[in-house]
């Protein structure tokens, strides 16, 4: 079964900058579909951004013009560049498949904080 480690969080001042990273156990071509969520204090878990195989991404209108997903399959990881980061982006946030998504399988995450 694939694990999924995301790393990368931390505190930023609003307009910085972060990079997410997932680290896929395995080989990360065996996954067609990769996610981005984050869930906020008090609120219900959102998917940020996905990528899929092919290349093709979509994001949360929330985010789009400032968050770029991408994989590197040489690597197995995923990544998450956030800019321009708000007050509102402040979460934690996880990575995930459609299969663990469904089944309700969740890494640890990784917090991003973003305070002045």
């Known amino acids: 079964q694939v694990q999924l480690v995301e790393s990368g969080g931390g505190l930023v001042q609003p307009g910085g900058s972060l990079r997410l990273s997932c680290a896929v156990s395995?080989?990360?071509?065996?996954?067609?579909?990769m996610y981005w969520y984050r869930q906020a204090p008090g609120k219900q878990r959102e998917l940020v951004a996905s990528?899929?195989?092919?290349?093709?991404?979509n994001y949360a209108d929330s985010v789009k013009g400032r968050f770029t997903i991408s994989r590197d399959n040489a690597k197995n990881t995923m990544y998450l560049q956030m800019n321009s980061l708000k007050f509102e982006d402040t979460a934690v946030y996880y990575c995930?498949?459609?299969?663990?998504?469904?089944?309700?399988?969740w890494g640890q995450g990784t917090q991003v904080t973003v305070s002045s």
């Open positions: 395995g080989s990360i071509l065996n996954i067609n579909v």
């Open positions: 995930n498949t459609p299969i663990r998504t469904v089944i309700g399988s």
């Open positions: 990528i899929s195989s092919d290349g093709s991404v």
